[in-house]
Nanobody
């Protein structure tokens, strides 16, 4: 089992930055592929970013096209935490952001079905 707790959400203006954190406890965090997803009102949950587990030499990351170049995912295994640095925020980034973890894949997958563990979500609101 893995427990995930997100933090760092809030209300910001367009162009501002936020850093989300996801603290993990339970099974070995370094073996867990992590992802960030988001869900806006009336929309389906969508992939934002993913980072592979740390058992391979190179950490792989993947980003949705809508956030590429603005968001950065990273992990600190010593702190059992994954981060999502969000820069140049836009009103369309407004959503509840969820972190997710999976031991079933080593790659940074976009498919939410491969993630078995989810946090409770943190609200990000970007005003224009």
């Amino acid at each position: 089992q893995v427990q995930l707790v997100e933090s760092g959400g809030g209300l910001v203006q367009a162009g501002d930055s936020l850093r989300l954190s996801c603290a993990a406890s339970g099974r070995t965090f370094s073996s867990c592929t992590m992802g960030w997803f988001r869900q806006a009102p009336g929309k389906e949950r969508e992939f934002v970013a993913g980072i592979s587990w740390s058992g391979i030499i190179t950490l792989y990351t993947d980003y949705a096209d809508s956030v590429k170049g603005r968001f950065t995912i990273s992990r600190d295994n010593a702190k059992n935490t994954v981060y999502l640095q969000m820069n140049s925020l836009k009103p369309e980034d407004t959503a509840v952001y969820y972190c997710a973890g999976s031991f079933r894949t080593s790659a940074a997958r976009r498919d939410s079905a491969v993630y078995d563990y989810w946090g409770q979500g943190t609200q990000v609101t970007v005003s224009s």
